[in-house]
């Protein structure tokens, strides 16, 4: 039990096009979900955390309007990067919780920006 | 700022030996600590968890130690194989909202 998925796991797009990661609970409500963005060789950074059903709250540094986060059940939220350019290509990952607020991880989405 | 580290960036160690992951947290506030695998373009896996309030805990060939008095947490490998070369975090929650502080990691080379 307790299984996170990510769609999809991989993507490549152009600079200045917007594209969406999809993070989904498989097998339990998550009343909670985390995105991370991990650089190569780096640790996990926590980009927000979202609530179902209200907006995310965003960590210092993060661009709300850049990074638009929807969380609007309570087994699928998702993360569409606005505009993007080669600096936001880095290896993506969402992290689901529920009543236990045990984080849960999805495979991660490797996005490549040209 | 609060901030949670690792000793040790790298570690190699020879197939069948103990294997010892270090990590230093500066949060006097956390009280769940938890141990994440990660393999080459995984998301992060579960391994071993321990609470404030404990100071040792023992899953399937791993134990972590938790040393409230100076802030370390270590995770130790009995017999390491060369399925367990992968980096590992180290991550805490301060409790107030569930948000994990993840460290630097430490990549584990199991030589065979």
């Known amino acids: 039990g307790a299984v996170v998925s990510q769609h999809p796991s991989w993507v490549i797009c152009k600079s200045g096009t917007s594209v969406k990661i999809e993070c989904r609970s498989l097998?339990?409500?998550?009343?909670?979900m985390f995105w991370y963005r991990q650089f190569p060789k780096q640790s996990l950074m926590l980009m927000a955390t979202?609530?179902?059903?209200?907006?995310?709250?965003?960590e210092q540094g993060v661009e709300k309007d850049k990074f638009l986060i929807n969380h609007a059940s309570l087994t699928l939220s998702t993360l569409t990067v606005t505009s993007a350019h080669p600096e936001d290509s880095s290896f993506y990952i969402c992290?689901?919780?529920?009543?236990?607020?045990?984080?849960?991880f999805g495979p991660g989405t490797r996005l490549t920006v040209t | 700022g609060e901030s949670v580290g690792l000793h040790l960036p790298t570690l190699s160690v020879q197939e069948g030996d103990n294997s010892i992951i270090n990590c230093a947290y500066s949060n006097s506030a956390s009280d769940y600590f938890i141990w994440y695998k990660q393999e080459s373009g995984k998301g992060p896996q579960f391994i071993i968890d321990i609470r404030s309030n404990m100071d040792k805990r023992q899953g399937q060939r791993v134990t972590v130690l938790l040393n409230k008095t100076v802030k370390h947490l270590s995770l130790q490998i009995a017999a390491t194989q060369p399925g367990d070369s992968a980096v590992y975090f180290c991550?805490?929650?301060?409790?107030?909202?569930?948000?994990?502080?993840f460290g630097k990691g430490t990549l584990l080379t199991v030589n065979p």
């Open positions: 097998d339990f409500q998550a009343t909670t």
């Open positions: 991550a805490e929650d301060g409790g107030s909202n569930y948000k994990l502080t």
């Open positions: 992290s689901a919780s529920g009543i236990v607020n045990e984080q849960y």
């Open positions: 979202s609530n179902e059903g209200s907006k995310a709250t965003y």
